[in-house]
Nanobody, 129 residues
Framework: QVHFVEPGGGLVHPGGSLRLSCAASGFFLNYYAVAWFRHAPGKEREAVSCSSSSSDGYTYYADDVKGRFTISRDNAKDTVYLQIDSLKPEDTAVYYC?????????????????????WGRGTQVTVSP
């Protein structure tokens, strides 16, 4: 049985930071592409970042998070992190971790964005003064 854990959300002030974590049981995240998506009220779900398998190392960031978000892996803990700095109110959303066990190279633009087959339940990030 696959189970995701996504701790790390919360309420922060603009300019603050959070670190989201993604860990799974039932398979090893190290081997697969992992992405972070977010879904804000009234908007479509969007991909913010992805990380290829540990042996690949490729990462991707959406334009509006470049320089503020950092995706990383702790191979020993089989965990993927999303460090979010310089938070803005428009970052408020539910953040989801997802894994694509069909690929090692991550992709969230194009048809591959629909291939993520394991999803966490999401963690709320709220940025407010």
């Amino acid at each position: 049985q696959v189970h995701f854990v996504e701790p790390g959300g919360g309420l922060v002030h603009p300019g603050g930071s959070l670190r989201l974590s993604c860990a799974a049981s039932g398979f090893f995240l190290n081997y697969y592409a992992v992405a972070w998506f977010r879904h804000a009220p009234g908007k479509e779900r969007e991909a913010v970042s992805c990380s290829s398998s540990s042996s690949d190392g490729y990462t991707y960031y959406a334009d509006d998070v470049k320089g503020r978000f950092t995706i990383s892996r702790d191979n020993a803990k089989d965990t993927v992190y999303l460090q979010i700095d310089s938070l803005k109110p428009e970052d408020t959303a539910v953040y989801y971790c997802a894994a694509n066990t069909m690929r090692t190279r991550c992709a969230v633009v194009g048809p591959e964005r629909h291939e993520y087959n394991y999803w966490g339940r999401g963690t709320q990030v709220t940025v407010s003064p």
